[in-house]
C-alpha cells in the first residue's frame, strides 16, 4: 500500500500556511531557524513555532523599547542582542491577556510554556551558531504547570455511550433525532474504534478502507511524525466496522462517489474531519456524563488504562499508545501509576510465614 494521500496533503497545507507565516508575520532571518529545524521537526510543530514567534515578534515592536515603532520586516538578528531576560519575563506576563490580530487572546501556564519553548528553541539556535552573542532565555523558567485531573470513562459509562448511541431518540428535539439517526451506523463505529484501540484523532481521520485488515483483525495508522505501524482490534471493534461499512458502501454507491478511499465519511460523503470527531464525541458523552468534559483524548485516556489493567505492562501501552517515552504514558494516564504502586506495596514481604507459624506457636 503506498502513502495515505489525506496525510501527505495535510503536510502540503501546514507548509503553505508556515510560508505564509515566514512571508508576513516573521523576520526574514527565521527563515535560518526554520530551515536548520525542518529536518527534525514535523510540519505541524514548525507551524506551532511560527504562530507563536508571530506572537513573540509582535509583542517585542509594541512593547519593548529598543524594537518599539520598527516594523517586524526590518529587525535583524542584531536586534535580538538587545533583548534582555526581562524583556521575555515581560513577555510571559503580558501573555495572560492580550491583542493579536483585531482578537482579544489569553493563555494559561501551559499555553505560556509552549510560547517560551518556541522563543527559546529558536534563540539557542542562532546562539549556537554564534550569530547572537548571548541566549538570555536560558534566565528564564518556564511557568509551573499545575496538574490536570484525569478524566477518563468508567466501564459503565463506556456500555452506556456505545448503548446511547444505537438509540434513534436520544437528543431534546425531533429535528437532531433526525439528522443524528442517519449517522448511527458511523457514530457506533467510529465510538468504538476510538473506545477499543485508543488512538489519536488525527490517526482516525486519516484512515483508509484499505488500511483494515479484518482477516487478522488489524489496521495500519500513520502516528505522529509520519510513522506507520499496524495496531488490531477486538471482535467487538471489528462488528461495528463491518456493520458500518455496509451503510458507508450503499451510501457511497447511491451517490456514484464509490471511489472515495477515506473509512469515516461526513454527510457530504467526505472524509470527516477532526472538528466533527471532536464533536460526536462530546455530543454522546455529555449525554450519559453531563459533569464530565470528555473528549477523544479521554477516550485515549480510557483505553490506555484499562490496557495496563488487562496486561500489567506499561511498556505493552506505550507501544501501542504510540508514545515514544514510557514516561509520557505514565504522565498521562495517572490511574496507571497508581495500580503500579499499588502492586508493589504487595510484593514486598517483611516477615516470612514460617518465622510467622514459629511466633503463633510460642
Known sequence: MGKNNYFESEKLKQLSKLNDILENELPYFCNEFFIGISMRVTPSTQLNYARDLAVFFDFLVKKVNHFYGKSINSLSLTDLDALESQHIEFYLSYLSYYIYNGRIRTNTERGKARKLSAVKSMLNYFYK????????????????????????????????????????????????????????????????????????????????????????????????????????????VKLALEDYLHWRNNRLLRANKIDTPALFISLQNKRITTRAVENIVKKYAKLISPLKSISPHKLRSTYGTALYRETKDIFVVAEVLGHKDVNTTKKHYAAISEDIKREASTKVQLRRQNQADNDDSI
Open 129 to 236: 551558531r554564534d550569530l547572537i552573542q548571548e541566549n538570555v532565555s536560558i534566565k528564564v523558567s518556564s511557568p509551573k504547570i499545575h496538574d490536570k485531573p484525569i478524566i477518563r470513562l468508567d466501564n459503565d459509562e463506556i456500555d452506556s455511550v456505545l448503548t446511547v448511541v444505537e438509540k434513534k431518540s436520544k437528543f431534546y428535539s425531533q429535528r437532531q433525532d433526525n439528522y443524528n439517526s442517519a449517522l448511527i451506523k458511523r457514530d457506533s463505529a467510529l465510538l468504538t474504534l476510538l473506545l477499543g484501540t485508543g488512538i489519536r484523532v488525527s490517526e482516525c481521520v486519516g484512515l483508509n478502507v484499505l488500511d483494515i485488515d479484518f482477516k487478522n483483525n488489524a489496521f495500519k495508522v500513520t502516528r505522529k511524525g509520519g510513522n506507520i505501524t499496524m495496531l488490531y482490534f477486538s471482535d467487538e
